[in-house]
């Protein structure tokens, strides 16, 4: 009853295949996943980058007038409306 056979070894072979085979195909969609996971992170990485990088190059760094209170550009500061304004006329 209990004795080994071919067709038992043979089931026994197979049932274990089945269960190796098994175990690959969901560690390979466990694996696949987690680098799609990773490819999208990385790209919502850049494109966070790329929006900071065009940010910095479009600020203006700017200082506040010490007669109006009023801020402008440090680089090329204009004058306000004032006649006491220490910035030249653009």
């Known amino acids: 009853m209990f004795g080994f056979s071919i067709p038992k070894l043979l089931l026994l072979i197979v049932l274990l295949l089945v269960v190796w085979y098994g175990f ?5 969609r ?5 680098e ?3 490819a999208a992170e ?5 494109n966070v980058e790329q929006r900071q990088s065009k940010e ?3 600020s203006v760094e700017t200082a ?3 007669t ?3 801020f402008v550009p440090r680089e090329s500061p204009t004058a306000c409306e004032r006649s006491d304004c ?3 006329a653009a």
């Open 64 to 66: 506040e007038c010490a």
């Open 42 to 46: 990385a790209a919502v990485r850049r």
């Open 24 to 28: 690959k195909l969901i560690e390979h």
């Open 86 to 88: 220490p910035h030249p």
């Open 30 to 34: 466990t694996s696949r996943r987690d």
């Open 56 to 58: 910095r190059a479009s």
């Open 68 to 70: 109006c209170g009023s």
């Open 36 to 38: 799609i996971e990773k």
